[in-house]
């Protein structure tokens, strides 16, 4: 009986040493980022920012690869389908976990096809409208709605700016409200500046640079307490629908069964990048908080996350099938 231990001893010792060793040298070539939201929006554009500093930390090309549609579930299942190597990444945000209630098969099981790796932080929502609406204030905004109704752009179906949206202006405020969603924030933003919708409900990020620069105008933001990148726009708290928050966040995932020295390498690498001043400055003023944690405390989250999203999938109603 003790050959068969013997054997199975070292085996056990070469898989520890090969996934150790695999850890050290990796990467020694290109790592595709894939990013499930189209270009210009939130996840893009905190992908592309921590990508620079990350391709500069791993000593390789970081490619960023935009694969929107399906609230970010076309980017989820290639990704899922990725070899389990760390040369193929997932860039998504709260969707990954809505859209595990929110469609009957998406495709993927985020607790069974994916490790998640490393959170980049999170923002609260942003209701905002054309710079020549006349509309002043979200109060303004939900009185002169009232019996006629209004459509609001959104980053994609069962985006957490969509539920927010759904929940503020339909549930809370009783409109008769359209959801317009586009496959990402990026053009959804893009809608609102070329005034083809009434409101735009999106994350704060690729927003807030149109509102400092006058193209937009900020109604409310779905935080607690007022943001330091956008001092003068109310929380919509303050305009009337008291505890009102929603926040969305951007993290990378990688396959199941990524070896684990590459998960801490990556995760050390995001981590460095969200600890160096330029990017800490570049996120705050886009009003996104960055929460560097370890891939435990990252994997946690997402579970919380998920059965916080399905509660409130079931309160509303919303469903994408």
Known sequence: MKAPLVRGALATAAAILSCSAHGQ?????????????????????????VGQKLSERLGQPVVIDNRGGAGGNIAAKLVAGAPSDGYTLLVNTAAISINASLY?????????????????????????????????????????????????????????SHLAGDYLFRSLAGLNATH???QGGGPATAAALANQVEVLSLSMPPVVPHIKAGRLKGLAVSSLKRVAALPDVPTVTE????????????????PAKTPAAIV?????AVNEALGMADVRARLDALGLEPQ???????????????????KIIKTTGITAD
């Open 25 to 49: 040298v990796y990467p020694t070539k290109p790592v595709r980022v894939v990013v499930a939201f189209a270009v210009g929006g939130f996840a893009d554009g905190v992908a592309r920012l």
């Open 180 to 182: 317009v969603p586009f």
């Open 264 to 268: 801490k390498k990556l995760n050390g």
């Open 292 to 310: 560097p944690v370890s891939p435990k405390e990252f994997s946690d989250y997402v579970r919380s996350e998920v059965a916080k999203w399905s």
């Open 239 to 254: 305009g009337g629908f008291a505890n009102f928050e929603e926040r969305s966040w951007v993290g990378y995932f990688a």
């Open 104 to 160: 009957r098969n998406p495709g993927f099981d985020i607790s069974r096809d994916f490790v998640p790796v490393a959170l980049t932080g999170s923002t609260p929502g942003l209701f905002a409208v054309h710079a020549s609406n006349p509309t002043g204030s979200l109060q303004e905004l939900i009185r002169t709605a009232k019996g006629k109704g209004l459509n609001y752009a959104t980053a994609g179906v069962g985006s957490s």
